[in-house]
């Protein structure tokens, strides 16, 4: 009896994707290799921040680290944009709209200690390689004219009832720095975080306006 012939192997055909589906797998590898970026700034025992340990650490090539973000410094701009969104800056509107500019200015120093408390190590660090890298340096100094937007409009807002310790035309510059990373970080220390030294910062932001301090700590619960 002859041997039977084996029928043909069918081809299956390649799973085509839908766009949607396509924009679904782009956006997973983007939130993966950020989440991996955030892991090796926070992590005192991984390897040298690069993109190649971005890489390994997100289980893809480094070339699609490099189609997602061109460079170093814009896979560290984006980080940074995630970082502000995940610490509480998408309340920022909520914080403008508080008629008392007084108040809001208490509200916008609570909101700064939570944001610079949300991945205090990676702050820290996109600071220092902001300070190695000049690209970075441009891109971090942009985002962060927003935050020196924020203070010159609650300024503007005060008028008369501010009556400032250091001339007027300084005013901003002074609130700018006051509420950096590096002040509450400065302040926190080793045992505190950033958002505990929240009520400590309101007062000396209302003592350069010259404004009262309750004492109580406001922040933001919209």
Known sequence: ??????????????RTYTPVE???????????????????????????????????????????????????????????DVLAMSGGFGNMGAVFSEPDPAVALDELVALLGRFWTFSRRAHGRLRAAALADADLASAMTQRNERRRMGVAELVRRLGKQAKPIVPRDEVVNVLFVLLGFDTFDAFAGPERMPDQVVPMVQGLARGVLGLPFTGRSRTTKR
Request: proline share 7%; net charge positive; no cysteine.
């Open 22 to 80: 396509r924009q679904k797998a782009v956006d997973a590898g983007r939130d993966r290799i950020l989440t991996a970026a955030r892991e090796l700034l926070e992590d005192d025992h991984a390897e040298t921040f690069s993109l190649d340990a971005v890489a390994r650490r997100a289980g893809v090539s480094r070339m699609t680290v490099y189609n997602q973000f061109a460079s170093k410094a814009g896979l560290l701009e984006a980080l940074f």
């Open 1 to 14: 009896m002859p041997p039977r012939k084996q029928a043909p192997p069918r081809k299956t055909k390649p």
